[in-house]
């Protein structure tokens, strides 16, 4: 899917893909994939990849050490996101809500991203996004990542970012 | 170009690509085309466009308001990109250093980026970059852009950033 969206890695990072699946157990429904290109004190960047109805689970990210929560944009590359956050839900939600974990998704406020759109998240704002019927690549650009801290609906996720995500100071 | 790196622009953004020329006139030897994605009080990403020997001239990001200056990560897309910054210079610097401008490139430490290869410049460090080439496209990963606070070697340098760039608070 990288490679279709048209984004090189190199070999190294190729070996190093990070495989999110939250402590689930069920990577194709909640999970997704993920290299991380930086991660400063200052910024961060990501590639994301989502397979079809493949979903990020909903949670969101605290102020950290005096320093407000995570703000992120999530940029499309390919594919389609529906992205859910805070706010006047949607009639009719696009998104196919995983099976048997219904009750860890609140917020239904829709956003849909085609290739070429972006939305940045606010911090502290609750937040999950799905991939399209083809799946999705994503770029995120945010603020630091510190993914050991964020709060997720399903108090049965525990976040361990791999060391590929440390933060460089 | 952006097209041939497989990277998406909505109409809008296509129709607001900004030409910086940094106010010389000569834009195929001193310039660059870019793209501001996002630009907030706390990251920016671009996506920069170089044809052919362009270069952008040589420069640095100082503290601004109590920040450390500008942190940016480059990391090639598409083509090849000569990046110099301070350090022990090459034997054989691989760019053609702009005629004419010879006085105002003073830093010959040589990076050479592939695409899927990136580079991290620390703050207050001067660094300039020329497309190879076949020019290149790359993505700049960020902390806040502040481009009008930039100290260039030619002080006859002013850079403007256009609207686009205006940081979002």
Known sequence: MLERAGIVL???????????????????????????????????????????????????????????????????????????????????????????????????HEIVLHPGEQYTIPPGTKHWFQGGPEGAVVSEFSSTSRDESDIFTNLAIVRMPDESEEVIT
Chains 1, 2 share one sequence.
């Open 10 to 108: 190199t070999e190294a990072e190729s070996e190093q893909i990070e495989i999110a699946d939250f402590g689930l157990g069920r990577l194709p429904l909640e999970g997704l994939q993920l290299i991380t290109y930086i991660n400063t004190d200052r910024y961060c960047a990501k590639e994301l990849v989502l397979f079809p109805r493949q979903t990020c689970p909903e949670h969101l990210h605290p102020p950290v050490g005096g320093e407000p929560g995570k703000l992120e944009t999530f940029r499309c590359r390919l594919g389609q996101v529906f992205l859910y956050v805070e706010g006047e839900p949607a009639s009719d939600v696009q998104a196919v809500v995983p099976e048997e974990s219904e009750a860890y998704y609140t917020v239904f």
